[in-house]
Each structure stands twice: as structure tokens, then as C-alpha cells.
T-cell receptor
Framework: AQKVTQAQTEISVVEKEDVTLDCVYE???????LFWYKQPPSGELVFLIR??????QNEISGRYSWNFQKSTSSFNFTITASQVVDSAVYFC?????????????FGQGTELSVKP | GAVVSQHPSRVICKSGTSVKIECRSL??????MFWYRQFPKQSLMLMAT?????????EQGVEKDKFLINHASLTLSTLTVTSAHPEDSSFYIC????????????FGPGTRLTVL
């Protein structure tokens, strides 16, 4: 069965701290895609990253970095030197290649609060 | 590019009335559109997947007669909540996929429905 688990419901940090958001997924497919989205208080989802199952290279984009470990079925997201504007709910999602429609399965989300 | 709009952004209606929400892809053709519902402090739950010109595929537990979906063109899908009740109050989000990359979806800003 396909499933995405974000065990951390809420995280609170002080500005400039580094924070890692965990994501563990389950799938029977060998080809799949993983995503991270940010949902600020306004509600609109902001796309952060898309990674396919064959690319295990870690990625860095500014203060954001992602660690993809197939061996542990994890796709964790780290924010370095967090800022108040990073406060939002972050969702990890999975799409299986066999699902031709591109259906996304979302995790429960992690609410990040960055305090000044 | 890849902008998806939703209208209205917010709607308040009386119990028993029907409400139509529009989702438009503004600068690309969407072969597939998705409708999600999000209750407060919860994740996005996929309601249905629609392909232009064909009937929508509803997720288990979603009443197709209550949530009518029409995908009449490659740039427009509508969700009609029929005979709305207070428990239908939620944040409804649509997304559109150009069908070029697996799982790639562009999200609308959402519609907050309140049924009195």
C-alpha cells in the first residue's frame, strides 16, 4: 500500500536554528516520485521539490536541502538558519508511476513555527 | 507560468443550497485535474480525479452525487457541492496537471466554503 508518514505534527524553533522535517514513505513500486510542498497561512500550496526514485543525490537549494535515502524509505527536508517566514505547514507527498493519473498521496503535514 | 486559479476564494452559503467552484489553468492545458478537501489542521485528501471529456474518478467514501465534477475543457473543471450541509464546510483545493511529468501538479489557491 502507498503511504506517507510525517511523524512530527508540530515543530517549534527559534530563528536561525536548523530544523529537519521527517518524511517516511511506503510503496510497492520501483518507480515513484516524492515531493515537498509548503502551505503558508494563506492556504496556497507552494511547490518545493520533486525527486524521482532513481535519483538519490541529495539536493540543496539555498537554505533548503533534502536527503533521500531509499534504504530507509525516507525523504527528509532540512531548513538551515530558519527564518520567521519559514513558518508554515509542510507536506511530503508520493506519486507512483503505475498511477497514470499522477495521483498524489500526502503525509499528515508538519506545522513549523519559527519564533523570532 | 503554470498558474491555476480558483473562484470563488471564499463562499458562505445556507444549508441546502448548492455551490459551484471553478478551477482554471490559465497558461497551460490540463489533461488531468484533481480536487482535494482539507479540514482544519489536517492533510489534503483527494476527492476525485477528472480527465477532460470523461467522467471523474472518485476516491472511496466520496459521494459522487453530492460532489459533482465537470471537466468540460482542457482549462476548466468545476466542483459543485449539492445540497450543502455544515459538515461540508472545508477548504477545497484543485490542482491541474499538464501531463508532462509524473505527479507534477499545479495547485490553485483554494476555496474556503462555510455552510451555515
Amino acid at each position: 500500500a502507498q503511504k506517507v508518514t510525517q511523524a512530527q505534527t508540530e515543530i517549534s524553533v527559534v530563528e536561525k536554528e536548523d530544523v529537519t522535517l521527517d518524511c517516511v514513505y511506503e510503496t510497492r513500486d520501483t518507480t515513484y516520485y516524492l515531493f515537498w510542498y509548503k502551505q503558508p497561512p494563506s492556504g496556497e500550496l507552494v511547490f518545493l521539490i520533486r525527486r524521482n526514485s532513481f535519483d538519490e543525490q541529495n539536493e540543496i537549494s539555498g537554505r533548503y536541502s533534502w536527503n533521500f535515502q531509499k534504504s530507509t524509505s525516507s525523504f527528509n527536508f532540512t531548513i538551515t538558519a530558519s527564518q520567521v517566514v519559514d513558518s508554515a505547514v509542510y507536506f511530503c507527498a508520493l506519486s507512483e508511476a503505475r498511477n497514470q493519473g499522477g495521483k498524489l498521496i500526502f503525509g499528515q503535514g508538519t506545522e513549523l513555527s519559527v519564533k523570532p | 507560468g503554470a498558474v491555476v486559479s480558483q473562484h470563488p476564494s471564499r463562499v458562505i452559503c445556507k444549508s441546502g443550497t448548492s455551490v459551484k467552484i471553478e478551477c482554471r489553468s490559465l497558461d497551460f492545458q490540463a489533461t488531468t485535474m484533481f480536487w482535494y478537501r482539507q479540514f482544519p489542521k489536517q492533510s489534503l485528501m483527494l476527492m476525485a480525479t477528472s480527465n477532460e471529456g470523461s467522467k471523474a474518478t472518485y476516491e472511496q467514501g466520496v459521494e459522487k452525487d453530492k460532489f459533482l465534477i465537470n471537466h468540460a475543457s482542457l482549462t476548466l473543471s468545476t466542483l459543485t457541492v449539492t445540497s450543502a450541509h455544515p459538515e461540508d464546510s472545508s477548504f477545497y483545493i484543485c490542482s491541474a496537471s499538464p501531463g508532462l511529468a509524473q505527479g507534477e501538479q499545479f495547485f490553485g489557491p483554494g476555496t474556503r466554503l462555510t455552510v451555515l
